[in-house]
C-alpha cells in the first residue's frame, strides 16, 4: 500500500464548508517571503480582518495564530489574467458559457461581471495552482492564447478558437478574486467591474471587419469618431436628431472611457507588424491600450517600451501556430523585459481550467532568460499594476488584501505544492472537485460497496 | 503436396506481418519467389495482394551520424526505474552497450561526454502526436489530420498526411523527445494508421520512419465521433451508435480475414479484392496492428474492453484515458496502457473528471502502465514537466513515488504503449542509444534539454547552433537569424 493516509482527504472534505474567518490575527513566520517586489529570508508577514498589516522580519505579534513557514516559500497570491474563470465551466458547454455573447447591440457593452460564479468549481482548481484573483474577460476570436485546440476537436468548429464576435469589441473585462464565502454570507468575487475594453486585431478583427486588416482600422476609426460624435450630443441623440450611428446606445456609452483614454483597451495581437500599427493607432486616437499575446512582440520590443504599454503573453507560445506567429519565441517574455515593457504572463488555454499552470509558465520564461525576480513579479505585482490596482492585491505588503500563499518550495517548479491558501485573509480548505474524486478512488475502487458511498 | 507448399507460403507471409520487424525485408522478397511457391496459379497482379507486399511504404531512416562514446558523471534515470548516481552510459554502434555505476569500464576509443552536475535519461517519447499532420502553420491546406468524411476511416494512414518540415519536430526535440507516434485524429470511429517516427530532420516521411516499429490503429471513444457524424444527421449520433459501429467494422474484418486465409489456405476459387479499410482492421485481428482507442470516460473503456473480447483483438492504449484512475485495477490486469495529460480538464464533459493525480493511480497496481502523452505542439516540448506535475500531485495524496520510477511514464511505459520497448524507452545494454543529457533534473521546471542523442547520433545541442535544426518552413522567415536577447538558445 504505496498510500499514507486517507484521513487528510476527509479532514480536507470537511473544511470544505467552513473556511476559516477572516479576522483573526494570523501571523506566517520563518518562510522565504517573496512580496512580488522583494524578497525576505525568514520573514514574518502579519495578516488580519482581510488586509495585509506587515511584511518584515520581527516576531510575531502575541495573541497572533502563527503558522510555522520555516523551509517554506510565501508569496501573495497570484493574479490570472486574460482569464476565464468563474465565467465558463466545461468550455464546450454553452449553457455554463458566459464569455461569449453574439448579440449585434450588445458588444462593447457586454459586460462579463454579471455571468460570474462564485460556486464555479473552476476556482478551488485555480487556487490549488496559487492563484487568487483573476482579470476574466470576454472570449473574443483570436483570443484564449495559441491557435492549437486540444484532443484535435477543433475539426467541427467548436472551441473559442472558432468564436467570431459580432463587432470589433468583444466586451468588458472584471477582476475577481478566488476566495468567496460559500457559508452563508453574500458569495460575491466581484472585486471591479468593467475594468478593461476588450477588442481583437491582427487576422481575427480583420475577419470581424470583413477579412483585411485595413478595414478594421478604419472602421475602428470610424467607430470612435461615432462615439465621441454620441458623447457630445447625447441630448439631441435621445430625441433622434443625430445621425445614425453603427452600433447601439449601450455600446456607445461603453466605448466613450475607451475613446477619452480612461479605460484601457486590451488589444489582443500577434504579428510584429499589427503590433506597429495598433502603437500608432493608440498614439493617433489617445487610446489606453494593453497588449494581449504579442507573440512577435521581441521583434519591436523597444517601440512596445517607448509607448509605456504593457504585454500580457503566455512564454510558452514558440510555435508558427498561423502567419502572424511565425516569429514565436521562447524569449519572447525575457525580451520585452529587457526592453523594459511591464509584462504580466498567462496561463494556458484560455487561463480558465489551466490557468494555474501560469506558475510553471513562469518558470519557462526563466529557463529562458527572465530573470527570476521579473518572473515573480509577472504574475503578482505586474497584474495589479496593469489594471490599475497596485498595492490593493498580487503583493505582500501593508495595506494590500491578505491574499498569501505557502508554497513547499519554489513555486515555479511543478513539484511544489500551495499548502496553505488565504484569500482576503480567509483561509482556503487545500481540495477541489479533483481531489474529492480522487481521493474517492485512491484504494481502486473496487471494494464490496460502489465508489458512489464514499464521500 | 501442393497445398502444403501454400499453406507455408501463407503463414509466411502472415507471419511477416505479425512480426513487423521482418516488414522492411518483406519487400525484399522477390514476386518471382512467391508465384512459384503456388505452383501453376497466377500471382495476383501488383498490389492486390497485400501480404505480399506488407510494407509498401518502407522506412529509409539511417539516423544521423555517430560516434561512440561514455556519458559519464551524471545522475543516470535509465528508464526502467534505476537512479544511477555519478552513472556510466556507454553507447557503441548507436546502441547502449552498457549503464552502470562510475566504476563501469569505459571502452578506449570512446569520446568521454563529461556529465557531471547533470542528469541522463532515455530519449523522450511521446506516444500521442499530431506532427506534420496537424502541422504549424494550422493554414488552410495544411490540416491534415481528420479524414472526417466517414465514421470508418480505417484505410487512412497519418504517415500519408505527415509534413516533415512541421517546426514542431524541431521544438519538441529541443524538449529531449526522440520519438513519437503521430495519429491521425479522432473524428472517426476508425480514424486510421498511426506511424512511429525517429525525431531527426528528415525531407521525407520515409526518412523518419522508425524501421520495424508497428503501426497503430487510432480509434475514438465518445463526443468527437457522435458530435461529428449526429451534427450531419449521420451515425454515430451517439454513444450507442459508436459501439454499433465498431462492431460492424469488425464483423466486416473478420469477414474479410477468413476470406483471405481461406483463399491462402485452399487457393480456390477467386481471391477477395483488396481493401484497405478492411485490411487495417485485419491486421488488428491478427495483433500486428495495435489499438490506440482516444477514450476519456472509464465506463466506455470497460466497454470498449468487452468489444475487444468480442471480436478477439487486443486495445494496446487508452489516449486521453481522463478517467483512467477509476478504473486503474482493471486496466492493470487487462495490460492496457493509460495514455493521459496530466493538467488538462473541463474542455468538455467527458474531461470533466480529470484528476492530477491520474497517472499516479494508474501506475500504483502491478503491472499498471500509465504514460503522459501531448497531443500537442506545445505540451510535447515539456513532457518532463508535466510528468513532474504528475509526480508531485500523487506525492501530495500520500503515495511515495520516486522520480526514477516517474520517469517512467515517458519513457519505458511510452516504448511499450506503441509497442516499441524492445527498441527503445530505457538505457539498457543493446537498445537504441536515445539519450537525453539535462542542464538539471528534468522535474525541475529550469531543466534544459542540452543534448539530444537519437541512435547515438547527436540531433540537438542546446550550446551548439550547428546541431539546432531548422525547417525548410523557418527559413527566411519573420526573426529569422534573429537571436532574441542575449540568451544562449535552442532552436525557436
Known amino acids: 500500500m504505496r498510500l499514507r493516509t486517507l484521513i487528510l482527504a476527509a479532514v480536507s472534505a470537511a473544511a470544505m464548508a467552513s473556511p476559516a474567518l477572516a479576522q483573526s490575527l494570523t501571523a506566517i513566520t520563518g518562510g522565504r517571503v517573496l512580496t512580488g517586489a522583494s524578497v525576505i529570508e525568514n520573514g514574518t508577514v502579519v495578516i488580519q480582518n482581510g488586509r495585509v498589516v506587515s511584511v518584515g522580519t520581527g ?23 486574460d482569464s476565464g474563470l468563474g465565467g465558463s465551466e466545461i468550455s464546450s458547454v454553452s449553457g455554463g458559457q458566459d464569455l461569449r455573447n453574439a448579440a449585434n447591440s450588445i458588444s462593447a457593452s457586454f459586460d462579463v461581471s454579471y455571468g460570474l460564479d462564485p460556486w464555479s468549481f473552476t476556482l478551488p482548481v485555480a487556487r490549488l495552482g496559487g492563484i487568487t484573483r483573476a482579470v476574466v474577460v470576454p472570449n473574443h476570436p483570436g483570443g484564449g492564447g495559441g491557435g492549437h485546440a486540444h484532443d484535435d476537436s477543433d475539426f467541427a468548429g467548436v472551441g473559442h478558437a472558432g468564436f467570431q464576435s459580432p463587432g470589433l469589441f468583444a466586451g468588458q473585462a472584471a477582476v475577481i478574486h478566488l476566495g468567496p464565502d460559500l457559508a452563508g454570507g ?6 471591479r467591474p468593467r475594468v478593461a475594453m476588450v477588442a481583437p486585431f491582427g487576422e481575427a478583427g480583420a475577419s470581424v471587419a470583413g477579412g483585411a486588416r485595413g478595414a478594421q482600422f478604419t472602421q475602428f476609426k470610424e467607430t470612435l469618431a461615432e462615439v465621441r460624435l ?35 483597451l486590451i488589444v489582443t495581437v500577434r504579428r510584429a507588424a499589427d503590433i506597429q500599427q495598433v502603437l500608432r493607432l493608440a498614439r493617433e486616437e489617445g487610446v489606453r491600450i494593453i497588449l494581449d499575446g504579442a507573440e512577435e512582440g521581441w521583434l519591436v520590443a523597444d517601440q512596445i517600451a517607448a509607448a509605456n504599454v504593457p504585454v500580457l503573453l503566455n512564454p510558452i507560445s514558440n510555435l508558427p501556430g498561423n502567419l502572424e506567429t511565425r516569429a514565436a519565441r521562447m524569449q519572447n517574455a525575457a525580451v520585452l523585459d529587457a526592453a523594459g515593457v511591464v509584462i504580466a504572463i498567462k496561463g494556458n488555454e484560455g487561463s480558465t481550467h489551466r490557468a494555474r499552470e501560469m506558475r510553471t509558465n513562469a518558470g519557462n520564461a526563466v529557463s529562458h532568460g527572465l530573470s527570476y525576480e521579473s518572473a515573480i513579479e509577472a504574475i ?12 490593493q492585491f ?15 518550495g519554489d513555486p515555479l517548479e511543478p513539484l511544489s505544492d500551495a499548502e496553505v491558501i488565504f484569500v482576503n485573509g480567509r483561509e482556503q480548505a487545500p481540495t477541489s472537485r479533483q481531489f474529492l474524486l480522487r481521493d474517492r478512488y485512491a484504494t481502486g475502487g473496487e471494494g464490496a460497496m460502489p465508489p458512489a458511498y464514499t464521500r | 503436396m501442393r497445398s502444403q507448399r501454400l499453406r507455408g507460403a501463407s503463414l509466411a507471409a502472415l507471419a511477416c506481418v505479425a512480426l513487423t520487424a521482418c516488414a522492411t525485408t518483406g519487400g525484399d522478397t522477390p514476386a518471382d519467389d512467391r508465384t512459384s511457391s503456388r505452383g501453376d496459379r497466377a500471382a495476383l497482379a501488383t498490389g492486390l495482394d497485400g501480404a505480399a507486399n ?32 555519478n552513472g556510466v552510459v556507454i553507447v557503441t554502434d548507436g546502441r547502449v552497450a552498457a549503464v552502470g555505476g562510475a566504476s563501469t569500464p569505459v571502452p578506449g576509443g570512446h569520446r568521454v561526454v563529461d556529465a557531471r552536475g547533470r542528469f541522463v535519461t532515455p530519449g523522450i517519447i511521446d506516444t500521442h502526436s499530431h506532427l506534420g499532420v496537424y502541422p504549424s502553420p494550422g493554414v488552410q491546406g495544411m490540416s491534415n489530420g481528420n479524414e472526417a468524411t466517414s465514421p470508418n476511416t480505417a484505410q487512412v494512414w497519418a504517415e500519408h498526411s505527415l509534413w516533415p518540415q512541421d517546426p514542431g519536430f524541431n521544438t519538441a526535440r529541443a524538449g529531449g523527445v526522440t520519438t513519437l507516434h503521430i495519429l491521425p485524429g479522432s473524428a472517426n470511429l476508425f480514424g486510421g494508421r498511426g506511424v512511429t517516427v525517429r525525431n531527426i530532420p528528415s525531407v521525407t516521411m520515409q526518412g523518419m520512419k522508425m524501421p520495424g516499429a508497428p503501426n497503430g490503429l487510432k480509434m475514438a471513444c465518445g463526443e468527437n465521433p457522435s458530435r461529428v457524424y449526429g451534427g450531419r444527421n449521420q451515425s454515430p449520433a451517439t454513444g450507442m451508435g459508436n459501439m454499433a459501429g465498431y462492431r460492424a467494422g469488425f464483423i466486416a474484418a473478420r469477414d474479410y480475414k477468413a476470406k483471405w486465409d481461406k483463399w491462402r489456405e485452399d487457393g480456390e476459387g477467386s481471391p477477395p479484392t483488396r481493401n484497405l479499410q478492411l485490411e487495417t482492421l485485419s491486421g488488428v485481428l491478427d495483433g500486428s496492428i495495435l489499438v490506440q482507442n482516444h477514450c476519456y470516460r472509464a465506463d466506455e473503456m470497460a466497454q470498449m474492453i468487452d468489444l475487444s473480447r468480442e471480436f478477439g483483438f487486443r486495445i494496446t492504449a487508452f489516449h486521453h484515458a481522463i478517467e483512467a484512475y477509476k478504473v486503474a485495477p482493471l486496466l492493470a490486469r487487462e495490460g492496457i496502457c493509460a495514455d493521459m495529460w496530466t493538467g488538462w480538464w473541463g474542455f468538455k464533459m467527458e474531461a470533466l473528471d480529470a484528476v492530477e493525480a491520474n497517472a499516479a493511480l494508474v501506475d500504483a497496481p502491478e503491472g499498471g502502465c500509465a504514460v503522459i502523452h501531448s497531443d500537442d505542439p506545445e505540451l510535447t516540448q515539456r513532457l518532463n514537466q508535466e510528468t513532474a506535475a504528475a509526480l508531485a500531485a500523487g506525492r501530495r495524496m500520500g503515495m511515495d513515488i520516486s522520480e526514477e520510477r516517474a520517469i517512467r511514464w515517458i519513457t519505458l511505459n511510452a516504448a511499450r504503449s506503441i509497442g516499441i520497448a524492445d527498441e527503445t524507452g530505457s538505457l539498457e545494454a543493446g537498445k537504441r542509444a536515445d539519450v537525453v543529457i539535462w542542464s538539471a533534473n528534468p522535474f525541475s521546471v529550469y531543466a534544459r534539454a542540452d543534448q539530444v542523442f537519437v541512435d547515438g547520433g547527436l540531433a540537438f545541442d542546446r550550446m551548439n547552433p550547428a546541431y539546432q535544426p531548422v525547417s525548410d518552413f523557418e527559413l527566411g522567415q519573420p526573426g529569422f537569424g534573429l537571436s532574441a536577447a542575449n540568451v544562449t538558445q535552442g532552436a525557436r
Open chain 1, 59 to 81: 516576531a510575531a505579534p502575541s495573541g497572533a495564530r502563527v503558522i510555522d513557514a520555516r523551509g517554506k516559500v510565501v508569496t501573495p497570491g497570484f493574479v490570472a489574467v
Open chain 1, 186 to 191: 453574500v458569495a460575491d468575487i466581484l472585486v
Open chain 1, 230 to 264: 454620441y458623447a457630445r450630443n447625447k441630448a439631441a441623440y435621445d430625441r433622434a436628431g443625430l445621425r445614425d450611428l453603427s452600433l447601439s446606445r449601450a455600446d456607445l456609452e461603453a466605448l466613450i472611457p475607451v475613446a477619452n483614454g480612461t479605460l484601457p
Open chain 1, 380 to 391: 503578482t505585482v505586474n497584474p495589479a499594476r496593469i489594471f490599475g490596482m497596485a498595492g
Open chain 1, 394 to 408: 498580487g503583493e505582500l505588503r501593508a495595506g494590500a488584501a491578505a491574499d498569501v500563499v505557502i508554497w513547499s
Open chain 2, 54 to 85: 506488407p510494407d509498401p511504404f518502407p522506412s529509409t531512416y539511417r539516423g544521423l551520424p555517430r560516434e561512440n562514446m561514455a556519458i559519464v558523471g551524471g545522475t543516470v534515470f535509465d528508464g526502467a526505474g534505476q537512479r544511477i548516481e
